[in-house]
């Protein structure tokens, strides 16, 4: 009985083992895509911004969002003249 307890126990570890070392490799070669792909962003990167560099900077403009009419205008100054009567205690 205990010899074949030891058996299944060697084969059992001898699963375990197989098993951890092809998770291994799996990660290791996870990292390694991962690393060949790093280093391909990288360089593309690197050649887009050597190509825009190749063409002067344009001037952008930036948009406030809505226009202000004169309600807008109105609205804000009452706003304003409210919070300015406000008293903090």
């Known amino acids: 009985v205990a010899e074949e307890l030891s058996d299944a126990t ?9 098993i951890a070392h ?7 070669s996870t990292r390694m895509v991962a690393i060949g ?3 391909a962003q990288m360089v593309h990167h690197e050649g887009s911004e050597t190509r ?3 063409s002067a900077p344009q001037s952008q ?6 226009a ?5 205008m ?14 903090l205690k």
């Open 10 to 18: 060697r084969n059992f570890s001898r699963a375990l083992r197989s």
């Open 22 to 28: 092809t998770c291994y490799r799996g990660i290791w």
């Open 37 to 39: 792909c790093m280093s």
């Open 52 to 54: 825009s560099l190749k």
């Open 61 to 66: 403009t930036m948009e406030r969002g809505g």
């Open 68 to 72: 202000i009419n004169e309600e807008g």
């Open 74 to 87: 109105e609205m804000a100054k009452t706003m304003d003249r409210n919070v300015k009567g406000v008293v």
